[in-house]
């Protein structure tokens, strides 16, 4: 039974994959750096210990941003964008190339820092993670005038925490519930710490774009817009009955819901993964006929991986499926569910191929990628 209020915190690392990188590279502090280059993009030691960066102006290829730099970012850059693209608006950026097995070790070190203070962690994801504070020790406490002293504190502990074990800063958001601490962790990054309760609600909630809202997305914000609909507080002024309407039973009453900033999700501390994939993009469009034995090779590459990641973590797929993107960026998909789960790559490669059957292959491909999903023990 908790001793008082609910307390639960969303922390985010702060541009995680560039923020390792400058620890790597300190002198790049403060310019704009761009992560997603490949390993022909990586700094060159010159004979007087100085380092001689790639940069975006001379970038050619097929790639995407990983992440990048708050300076990088006030160019006009951002993650998902093509680096071609990315090259026009900031030439003279840094391009770095991505280093997962890093990311991966100061992640668990940044996770590491939280448990030693507050140990019901969900994770979600290399960068991201709740937190739930409410038994935590001094969570309850009132601090000198402040009713929320003793859990700011308790956060802010947490932060110390993470920098001083990674030499990384992470914002983080304490509010009642899991929706509204991921909006509050955005509100004052980077390196924020926001406290947040239901009082809070009309001014730091209703005020922001609808589209702030984790689980509003594109088609629904335009749906909402195209009603009048442009801020939280927008949303939160329209009847439960209107959203229902607009929007059917289910997402029109969530939508209500969280409008007001109610949501009673725990923290989950462990869930079985839903599924596991493997992708990529080429560095040219590739042509299922001309490019036959290139395309083969991928295919049976990433369904080797896929495999190997199922055994890795002791599951087997019940369902394979395939994923295309073409020359115009339509992509498509197609599953195959199997009589019996597997995790060898040989019998995931026959139903990738099966998959590849079902589909108009008379366009250039730019993506090919693997899926296994309804995953059990093996």
Not at 280 to 307: K, M, P, S
């Amino acid at each position: 039974m908790s001793r008082g209020r609910r307390w639960i915190a969303h922390l985010d690392m702060d541009a995680f994959y560039a923020s390792v990188e400058l620890l790597r590279y300190p002198e790049l502090k403060g310019q704009p750096v761009v992560i997603g280059g490949g390993r022909r993009h990586q700094p060159e030691l010159l004979a007087d210990d100085t380092r001689r960066f790639a940069s975006l102006r001379a970038y050619a290829g097929r790639g995407v941003i990983t992440t990048a730099t708050y300076a990088a970012r006030d160019l006009g850059v951002h993650s998902g964008m093509g680096l071609m693209k990315a090259s026009k608006l900031a030439p003279d950026a840094v391009l770095l190339p991505v280093d997962f097995d890093e990311y991966r070790r100061l992640s668990r070190a940044f996770k590491a820092a939280v448990a030693e203070v507050a140990p019901v962690i969900e994770d979600r994801g290399i960068d991201e993670i709740y937190i739930d504070l409410t038994e935590v020790p001094g969570a309850q406490d009132a601090v000198g005038h402040d009713p929320f002293g003793g859990v700011r504190a308790l956060a802010q502990e947490i932060r110390n925490n993470v920098l001083r074990r990674t030499g990384l800063t992470c914002s983080v958001g304490v509010t009642p519930n899991k929706l509204l601490s991921k909006i509050a962790s955005e509100l004052d990054k980077p390196d924020g710490l926001t406290v947040l309760t239901e009082a809070d609600i009309p001014t730091r909630i209703w005020p922001l774009a609808a589209r702030k809202v984790n689980g509003i997305g594109p088609k629904a914000a335009d749906k909402l817009l195209a009603l009048g609909v442009r801020t939280v507080g927008d949303l939160a002024a329209r009847p439960r009955a209107e959203l229902i309407e607009a929007f059917g039973r289910s997402y029109g009453a969530w939508l209500h819901e969280v409008a007001h900033g109610r949501d009673d999700r725990p923290v989950v501390t462990h869930s079985d993964p839903v599924s596991t994939s493997r992708e990529t993009t080429f560095e040219r469009n590739l042509h299922a006929v001309r490019d036959r034995a290139a395309l083969g090779e991928i295919l049976t590459r990433l369904c080797t991986q896929v495999a190997l990641d199922l055994q890795r973590k002791g599951w087997r797929a019940r369902t394979i499926g395939i994923k295309l993107r073409f020359e115009d960026f339509k992509t498509v998909t197609r599953d195959l569910t199997l009589p019996e789960p597997v995790a060898d790559g040989a019998d995931i490669r026959r139903a990738a191929g099966e998959c590849l059957k079902r589909v108009d292959l008379t366009r250039s491909l730019r993506l090919l990628g693997v899926r296994a999903s309804s995953l059990t023990r093996g």
